[in-house]
């Protein structure tokens, strides 16, 4: 066989192994847990539709807008609508603004496991509906 086609061969054969372990090793689209994105709540942790235990901490930002007092309502309601678990979600930074404000959540949930729904509700402190909001995704609470 000639020099040149030793060299094409080796290249080639040298693409396909590389182009293999790319696919071995990098994960494509949708490959890791999705995370939950709205336009005022960004979850990073639980993801959603994932399993979780009953004492977790529910972590991401929030716009400061859905905090008083550096701090905002997290419920966790089984299929049914009854609450089986809580939390309140904690500002790590100045609240006092419009842009987004990390967050840290302890979730507590008792006498319960099974599918659910984790929910964080903007702090409203007048109670009056205008100013009520809320996002939520499902969860799975683990035995």
């Known amino acids: 066989m000639p020099r040149a086609a030793w060299i094409v061969l080796c290249i080639v054969g040298i ?3 590389v182009s293999a372990a790319l ?3 990098v994960p494509g689209p949708g490959g890791g847990p999705a995370q939950f994105v709205s336009e005022n709540v960004q979850v990073l942790r639980p ?3 994932g399993t979780v235990l009953k004492n977790f901490t529910a972590v991401g ?3 400061g807008t859905w905090y008083f007092e550096a701090s905002f309502p997290v419920q ?3 299929p049914e609508n ?3 678990g809580q939390g309140i979600a904690q500002a790590e930074a100045d609240w ?6 990390p967050f840290t959540a302890p979730v507590t949930v008792e006498n319960y496991s099974g599918p659910a729904t984790l929910i964080f509700m903007k702090d409203n ?3 009056l509906p205008e100013n009520e909001d809320a996002v939520e995704f499902p969860i799975v609470i683990g035995p």
């Open 15 to 17: 693409a396909i192994v």
């Open 23 to 25: 696919l071995v090793l």
């Open 47 to 49: 993801p959603v539709n």
């Open 61 to 63: 930002e929030a716009r």
């Open 76 to 78: 966790v309601r089984d």
């Open 82 to 84: 009854n609450l089986v």
């Open 96 to 101: 006092m603004t419009t842009g987004w404000v």
């Open 125 to 127: 402190p007048s109670g």
